[in-house]
């Protein structure tokens, strides 16, 4: 059974950083994709930024070039570097993951497609 275990949040001035960890445990499919997802108060969950098993990434228009994720597949971890971090990006923070039928296909950043999904970490980016 897949297990994802976030952490990383916190509260940070508008321009700071932080670094958000996703701990995967029982992950045993090779074509898998993972995703960092948000949800601000009274709004949808939407996707920020996805990354394929190998290795390609994609993300949100509102924050690229400001985040990064990326994964260390040794120890099972995903990451999201935030950077010039603006209140706008105030928000629970997801990890989530699902199984790609085929490799060819690239991941995509749909809430209703990953299958298994953290229990989030909080964000909070004061002006």
């Known amino acids: 059974q897949v297990q994802l275990v976030e952490s990383g949040g916190g509260s940070v001035q508008a321009g700071e950083s932080l670094r958000l960890s996703c701990a995967a445990s029982g992950l045993t499919y090779h074509l898998g994709c993972m995703g960092w997802f948000r949800q601000a108060p009274g709004k949808e969950r939407e996707g920020v930024a996805s990354?394929?098993?190998?290795?390609?990434?994609s993300y949100d228009d509102s924050v690229k070039g400001r985040f990064t994720i990326s994964k260390d597949n040794a120890n099972n971890t995903l990451h999201l570097q935030m950077d010039s971090l603006k209140p706008e990006d105030t928000a629970i923070y997801y990890c989530?993951?699902?199984?790609?039928?085929?490799?060819?296909?690239?991941?995509?950043?749909?809430?209703?497609?990953?299958?298994?999904w953290g229990q989030g970490t909080q964000v909070t980016v004061s002006s």
């Open positions: 990354i394929s098993s190998e290795g390609a990434t």
């Open positions: 989530a993951t699902y199984a790609r039928p085929y490799g060819w296909l690239a991941c995509v950043r749909s809430v209703s497609t990953y299958r298994t």
